[in-house]
């Protein structure tokens, strides 16, 4: 077993749920895609001392170790089922005694992208990967997939990218691009003017703060619809509420990808809301941008 992320490929957090086996078929195609390795993770949470009462193996109870081998050959087994006629990526299993918000954070640090399922049931039937995720996306490094069983995306469907022009946007951008480019799907670029719901005010002239979006998206995409050109691009300003166009623009994508953190008053923590009402509530795989490790 390798540990995670060495080569910068791809880390996917899994626990044997149906998340966890929609998250590992996900990533499953994007390594293909991007022909980076895949490295499945299992992270064992250390019990109570004496409990259970049992044998152990290396410091691990074997009834747990048991069960984690059991959940690193299903999702093996995935990879293979979800592979179709490609070639199947480079696989690596490893396997963590420790926490797992903790070893998952540190992963994210030396993985090109780390996936994991919206939610997901541990093996002594606890929520696990809903916990998860919402901590990755919250104080995770760089690319963050949320995938869940019943986000798969429509192949042929769009990918959104929500653009506020701040610098994780601008990664989340390029990002986007590159992902559509791959996918062969046109793109879907979205800007909101204000963060947060606004009382229509009478007489408001709203046009004055459309036309400064519609620079903004022009400004924001002109170069990488250069670098890009079989990308198509549909923009959309929006008056407010990024979050609630974003998940509404998902539900006929493949997929959805956001920045976090980038404008607002309270040190970005705007646009970290945005992303994280987007995780939960949209219904597609949703990549968040997280600021590299310094």
Known sequence: M??????RGIVVAVDG?????????????????????????????????????????????????????????????????????????????EMAYAQVTSTLIDATKRSWMT???STGLGSIGRLLLGSVSTSLIHHGYGRIAVVGADRA????????VGIDGSPVSERATALAFDEASRRAAPLVALHAWSDVGVMPILNMDRSGYEVQGHELLAERLAGYQEQYPDVTVE??????????????????????????????????????????AVVHGARTPVIVVRPDPS
């Open 153 to 160: 995306g429509t192949k042929g469907a769009p990918v959104v």
């Open 17 to 93: 749920s149906a998340e966890s086996d929609a998250a590992v078929a996900w990533a499953t195609h994007e390594a293909i895609m991007r022909h980076m390795p895949i490295t499945l993770l299992h992270v064992v949470t250390p019990l109570e001392t004496g409990w259970p009462p049992g044998p152990v193996r290396e410091g691990i109870p074997v009834w747990q170790a048991d069960e984690a081998t059991r959940v690193l050959a299903q999702s093996r087994a995935v990879v293979e089922s979800s592979r179709g006629e490609g070639v199947s990526p480079e696989v690596h299993t």
């Open 115 to 117: 996936v994991t399922g």
């Open 2 to 7: 390798s540990p995670a992320g060495t080569a």
């Open 235 to 276: 923009r959309r300003v929006v008056c407010e509420q990024p979050a609630r166009w974003l998940i509404e623009a998902a539900e006929s994508a493949q997929l959805v990808v956001v920045g976090s953190h980038g404008r607002g008053g309270f040190a970005g923590q705007l646009l970290g809301s945005v992303s994280s």
